[in-house]
């Protein structure tokens, strides 16, 4: 019959069976791992970590409470901060779907910048309670052009005047007769209704 192999608690210094330890991998330069015993015993090691969790649970929530406004401040603009990023990279996975975006332009930095757009776009909805938009100035698809998904090429628009913009396109860079165009709905809604 094989002797139970023991190893000595270095917490509680009880000399207990190895099944009382647990293990963790140690990484070996070979890259393989090899399982270890812990110095503590499991008993040691649970108790430690219910003191642990009792002495940071009373740090996390008088950190919150000492810091409430700053971290509500915090946790909004980062959320903030994200929504334009994500808006962002969104433009992005659908403008390289359909290839718009050059070699040379598929990069951080260009990513970036597009980002800032976004959360300018961002801010202005938050700051005026109307809703803007990121709009390409010459539309990606469209039967006679085709822009790019660029920095140059985008603009910051209202909802509304992308709902009247849409794909369009008049033949220049610019790119702004959709502008008359809203002149003229206005002025028709007016006379329509006498005002
Ligand atoms: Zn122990």
């Known amino acids: ?28 330069k070979n890259g393989t791992s090899i399982r270890r015993l812990l110095g503590n015993c499991k008993l040691c090691v649970s108790e430690k970590q219910k003191q642990w969790k009792a002495v940071n649970k009373q740090k996390v929530k008088s950190y919150y409470s000492d810091n409430r406004e700053k971290y509500l401040a915090n946790s909004k603009a980062y959320q903030k901060a994200n929504i334009a990023r994500a808006k962002a990279l969104m433009a992005r996975a659908r403008a390289r779907k359909i290839k718009r975006i050059p070699k040379w332009a598929d990069n951080e930095e260009t990513l970036q910048k597009i980002i800032e757009i976004y959360q300018k776009a961002t801010n202005l909805t938050n700051e005026t309670g109307v809703s803007y938009e990121v709009d390409h100035i010459i539309p990606l698809m469209h039967s006679d052009v085709c822009g790019l998904h660029i920095p140059e090429n985008l603009q910051i628009i209202t909802a509304a005047e992308n709902i009247v913009k849409m794909d369009t396109w008049d033949g220049t860079n610019n790119n702004e007769s959709w502008k008359k165009e809203i002149i003229l709905l206005i002025k028709n809604l007016a006379d329509k209704y006498n005002v």
Request: glycine residues 0%.
């Open 1 to 28: 019959m094989a002797s139970e192999k023991l190893k000595k608690c270095k917490n509680c210094l009880k000399t207990l069976s190895i099944q009382e330890f647990s293990t963790y991998p140690d990484k070996l």
